[in-house]
């Protein structure tokens, strides 16, 4: 029978396969959020993504039971356990300003159409603060309450120690289900002010300069109520059953006492991971399922793949037939080649026949009748009948054209300027009216 402490345990297979595909599946959501410059979203997709990237990195390291022959973890469990409380904090305080800033935009009382200077930096400093300055906060004052270096257990990797008194309460336990019941606050304002303004969401979300369109906002909120959802209850549990029934008082001998640095203390738990680090897959994948199957980020998908030079692999995902961008090298050429041809010898040919051009265009002024005359300019004079002010472009451009058949191609300048004027007579959008001055409405991108 092989001995549990050595053997390799399901969980040590499966997690670092699902937390590999959850990492590359988030990428999408980070980048459309960066592009957006959506700094809250942008932050709880990067403090997710770091969180997955640690535990599958720790079940990698640790996945079996055998603590003779672990590493101990030096140097990268001393980072590890200081970004705990980092992205314990950077998540719910990423997701308060995502639903602050929702609130926001439905606040149709406060509404400014163009923020002024002073605004965006209040909005900034505010974002910036709770998504990055409290996560930093709980970085430096992890000290003061570490009783011992860190924990390693068994695919969970290295675990921040807290010491079981008050300071850890006031100082650090207390801040993460704060700031998930603030998200929680706007939230519900979210809902009572969406169901309020039921008829109007789409107008005051175009007003709002927020850049948010309703299929943007619905996935956003939704994705941060779903968040919170889970990660409240989580923290209120673990707050209410490890703090209060095991309180001692605070001693900073005791806490930091002589072999402080080599308290290093590694749990076995026999092939079972901590139910923690399936949530953190689960709400990956919740990432991606809110943001990584939008249109939006089909767009994104589309732009990677022509920037990598894949059109000619899926053409049909980028709206050309099959075979379109599949162009032979040699038929180029050879279009290429008899286009030179014919220039070449419309030079010649009108090399050769440039004493009889001016000839022709004299007979012609000479020769044609009046009436010949007037039925072939009737078009270009319809023209001219409008406002000259407002085309004389197109008159110059028409006249441009028929010069240029004159002195391009060998025949009768009459027959020339008649297929001018019968190309002019069958298009009337050629002709000046005052409708075809202005752009429709429907045109207008």
């Not at 923020?115 to 409290?134: M, T, V």
């Not at 010949?372 to 004389?392: D, N, V």
Request: proline share 7%.
């Amino acid at each position: 029978m092989a001995d549990p402490s050595t053997s390799l345990p399901p969980a040590a297979i499966l997690a670092p396969i699902l937390i590999s595909i959850v990492l590359i599946l988030d990428l999408s959501p980070f980048f459309f959020h960066l592009k957006h410059r959506n700094l809250a979203a942008t932050t709880l997709v990067f403090w997710i993504f770091l969180c997955l990237f640690c535990d599958g990195l720790n079940s990698l390291i640790w996945p079996r039971g055998d603590t003779a022959h672990w590493w101990k973890g030096y140097i990268l469990c001393d980072i590890e356990v200081k970004l705990v409380g980092a992205w314990q904090a950077g998540i719910p305080g990423a997701l308060l300003c995502i639903m602050r800033n929702l609130s926001k935009v439905l606040d149709t009382e406060n509404t400014v159409l163009v923020p002024s200077k002073s605004q965006r930096r209040k909005q900034l400093a505010f974002d910036l603060f709770f998504c990055f300055g409290i996560p930093l906060y709980m970085i430096s004052i992890h000290y003061v309450v570490q009783p011992s270096r860190y924990y390693i257990q068994q695919l969970a990797g290295c675990l921040a120690p807290w010491d079981n008194s008050w300071p850890t309460i006031v100082l650090m336990a207390i801040i993460t289900p704060l700031l998930s019941l603030g998200a929680v606050y706007y939230g519900l304002l979210v809902l009572i002010r969406a169901r309020k303004y039921e008829r109007d969401f789409a107008a005051i979300l175009h007003s709002s300069n927020s850049n948010l369109t309703k299929s943007r906002f619905q996935r956003l909120f939704l994705m941060s109520f779903t968040v919170v959802a889970v990660v409240l209850p989580v923290q209120l549990y673990l707050f209410s059953t490890a703090m209060f029934p095991h309180l001692l008082p605070y001693d900073w001998e005791a806490i930091h006492g002589p072999g402080w640095s080599e308290r290093i203390i590694l749990v076995p738990t026999s092939g079972v991971m901590l139910f923690d680090r399936w949530l953190h897959i689960s709400i990956g994948f919740a990432l991606f399922l809110f943001f990584g199957l939008g249109k939006d980020a089909v767009s994104m998908y589309r732009g990677w793949l022509l920037s990598i030079g894949l059109v000619g692999l899926f053409p049909r995902l980028f709206g050309a037939p099959p075979g379109a961008q599949n162009i032979d090298s040699s038929t180029t050429l050879g279009s290429i080649g008899s286009r030179a041809r014919a220039i070449f010898s419309k030079k010649r040919s009108n090399d050769a026949s440039w004493s009889s051009r001016t000839d022709s265009v004299s007979t012609f002024t000479s020769c044609a009748s009046p009436s010949e005359a007037q039925k072939a300019f009737a078009p270009l004079s319809t023209i001219t009948e409008g406002s000259s002010t407002t085309r004389p472009g197109v008159v110059i451009h028409a006249m441009s054209f028929a010069e240029g058949e004159q002195t391009s191609r060998q025949g009768s300048p009459p027959s020339t300027l008649r297929s001018i004027g019968t190309f002019f007579a069958t298009f009337p959008m050629w002709r000046l009216s005052p409708r075809s001055t202005r752009m429709a409405p429907d045109s207008i991108v």
